[in-house]
């Protein structure tokens, strides 16, 4: 198994594990991958999910030993596995934070750019190297980088296959925080909690109405706005923390439902 699963509390965390190749992505890493999103996103425990990465690295790419010898035929075979294990993250309902704690290069930026949230170590690198190796990124990196980071700086990094650490990756809005290596994993699941501490299905609908709302034009997307806050009010939790504020009660926990 090269994902490692854990649930603590309401949060799961996913480890990339397979540091003899720097967690690269290989179909079995993909499989594994596969399985234990199904897994988390089939229990009702499970609010947010965190993705870090075992050893020095986060993913340092696709496998490109198993690429190598690929034909065009088993290349996109590959690159639709990829995106469909990829966006099981991006719509899944529940929040998916990725911990990038060191090299995070060609499908392993991509598959932090499938997260809803990045945040970053000191020693995080990211990049899309795929020209340097003959080949256009294929695990998203096209679509995804330009949408979080504009165009140009999305060519720059593509078209240049270069490297940027945290800081870089923080100033152009790839990631939302940079931490002290050893604080990572905690500040991620310490977010995690957070979420988890608020109203689910306020936090799902808002997840979607952000992902959904940013691939559309604005009336679409603030259609979708409007659809997913009338949502809210037929639920108990809106009912229990907007009765709890007009009578200065303490809101003890959502029911989440
Ligand atoms: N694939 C396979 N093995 C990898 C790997 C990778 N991406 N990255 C590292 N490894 C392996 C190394 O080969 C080495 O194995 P051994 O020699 O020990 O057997 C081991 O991990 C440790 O790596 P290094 O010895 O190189 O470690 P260093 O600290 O010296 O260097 C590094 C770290 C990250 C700078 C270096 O390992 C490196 O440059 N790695 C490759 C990074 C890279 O180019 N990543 C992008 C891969 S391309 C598509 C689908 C998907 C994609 C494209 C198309 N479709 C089919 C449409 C995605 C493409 C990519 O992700």
Redesign the pocket.
Known sequence: MNVLYEVRGHVALLTISRP???N??NTDTLKDLEQVLNQAEADENVYVLVITGAG??FV??????Q?KD?TAVE??A??EY?NSVFAKIENSAKPVIAAVNG?A????C?LSMACDIRLAGTKAKFGQ??V??G?????GGTQRLPRLVGASKAKELILTAGTIGAEEAARIGLVSRVLPDEELLDAALELADKIASNAQIAVRQSKAAISNGTQVDIQTGLAYEVQAFAVCFATEDQKDAMTAFVNKDKLNGFKNR
């Open positions: 003899e190749a720097l690269a992505l020095k690295a340092a790419g696709a496998d490109i030993s690429m690929f290349a996109r590959f690159g990829g090299y290069l060609g499908g392993g991509e190297p795929e340097g190796l080949i256009t990124p294929g695990f």
